[in-house]
């Protein structure tokens, strides 16, 4: 993996003093910190201010990572530059913040910066932060190499387009997958949702959410829909199990009907 990091330093307005000041190269040539600003590269015509981050994003690409400077001032344009930009803008953006609140940096987040820092810039700080992302993707390609395209439907391409066959499969059968398979899955899945514009918890909740699901289904076909042996099999205590049962609407007579039909087509 490449040690030379390159972070660009946005200047979407007529205000690059902030920047000017930490452009240069840092700890002997690994990091660059350099000033993009928007007025001199030749973009499209655009209707607003706000579209600007959108136009600028297939420039970023060549950037590992990108620093925003968002102030009291201007974080009603930050917040709409932000939300135009989301579904294209490939490249981290971190915040530098200035006078900004709790609740509006969560709102950040929500929108899609990967984290916040805040003035002046510890460069040694930010150098080890894009080094990690760095580090992650390096990873994520790896692993995406490893399983063989197994999870090529967790390409970021694929989110939101609902889940997959190959995941399908996995979940139907996930009590007899081995732990090689399941922590490729579970990487692959973070991957695919660190990439997205959903903040960490909204990720987290859609897949514990959906490992429960498919938890408690394969349970309960193994037990023919008894609840007990279900909970007994995956060491889990019955009302545990049948709390989990009602937050996700999973009904037990389902998979006792299903057991029954098997019997009787079978005989």
Request: glycine share 4%; proline share 2%.
């Given at each position: 993996?490449?040690?030379?990091?390159?972070?660009?330093?946005?200047?979407?307005?007529?205000?690059?003093?902030?920047?000017?000041?930490?452009?240069?190269?840092?700890?002997?040539?690994?990091?660059s910190l350099q000033v993009l600003n928007s007025a001199h590269?030749?973009?499209?015509?655009?209707?607003?201010?706000?579209?600007?981050?959108?136009?600028?994003?297939?420039?970023?690409?060549?950037?590992?990572?990108?620093?925003?400077?968002?102030?009291?001032?201007?974080?009603?344009?930050?917040?709409?530059?932000?939300?135009?930009?989301?579904?294209?803008?490939?490249?981290?953006?971190?915040?530098?913040?200035?006078?900004?609140?709790?609740?509006?940096?969560?709102?950040?987040?929500?929108?899609?910066?990967?984290?916040?820092?805040?003035?002046?810039?510890?460069?040694?700080?930010?150098?080890?932060?894009?080094?990690?992302?760095?580090?992650?993707?390096?990873?994520?390609?790896?692993?995406?190499?490893?399983?063989?395209?197994?999870?090529?439907?967790?390409?970021?391409?694929?989110?939101?387009?609902?889940?997959?066959?190959?995941?399908?499969?996995?979940?139907?059968?996930?009590?007899?997958?081995?732990?090689?398979?399941?922590?490729?899955?579970?990487?692959?899945?973070?991957?695919?949702?660190?990439?997205?514009?959903?903040?960490?918890?909204?990720?987290?909740?859609?897949?514990?959410?959906?490992?429960?699901?498919?938890?408690?289904?394969?349970?309960?076909?193994?037990?023919?829909?008894?609840?007990?042996?279900?909970?007994?099999?995956?060491?889990?205590?019955?009302?545990?199990?049948?709390?989990?049962?009602?937050?996700?609407?999973?009904?037990?007579?389902?998979?006792?009907?299903?057991?029954?039909?098997?019997?009787?087509?079978?005989?």
């Open positions: 993996m490449n040690d030379q990091m390159d972070c660009a330093l946005l200047v979407l307005d007529n205000n690059p003093q902030w920047a000017l000041g930490y452009s240069g190269s840092y700890a002997q040539g690994r990091l590269l030749a973009l499209p015509t655009i209707a607003s201010s706000e579209q600007t981050l959108r136009a600028m994003a297939m420039h970023l690409m060549r950037f590992d990572a990108c620093i925003l400077l968002i102030t009291h001032d201007n974080l009603v344009w930050a917040r709409k530059s932000l939300m135009f930009a989301q579904s294209i803008l490939q490249t981290p953006i971190f915040a530098l913040v200035c006078n900004v609140k709790a609740a509006a940096l969560n709102d950040l987040l929500k929108l899609g910066i990967v984290d916040f820092l805040r003035t002046p810039i510890c460069i040694e700080e930010l150098r080890i932060r894009i080094q990690m992302l760095k580090r992650n993707r390096h990873a994520a390609m790896a692993l995406e190499e490893a399983v063989g395209g197994q999870y090529q439907a967790l390409n970021p391409a694929f989110v939101g387009a609902g889940q997959s066959p190959e995941e399908d499969r996995l979940c139907a059968t996930i009590l007899h997958q081995n732990g090689a398979t399941l922590e490729a899955y579970a990487a692959a899945v973070a991957t695919r949702y660190a990439t997205s514009r959903e903040s960490f918890q909204q990720a987290k909740a859609v897949v514990v959410a959906r490992f429960e699901q498919a938890y408690i289904r394969a349970a309960l076909g193994r037990s023919s829909g008894n609840i007990a042996m279900a909970a007994r099999s995956v060491q889990k205590h019955r009302r545990a199990f049948w709390a989990l049962m009602r937050k996700h609407d999973i009904k037990a007579d389902v998979f006792k009907s299903a057991s029954a039909l098997d019997t009787h087509t079978d005989g």
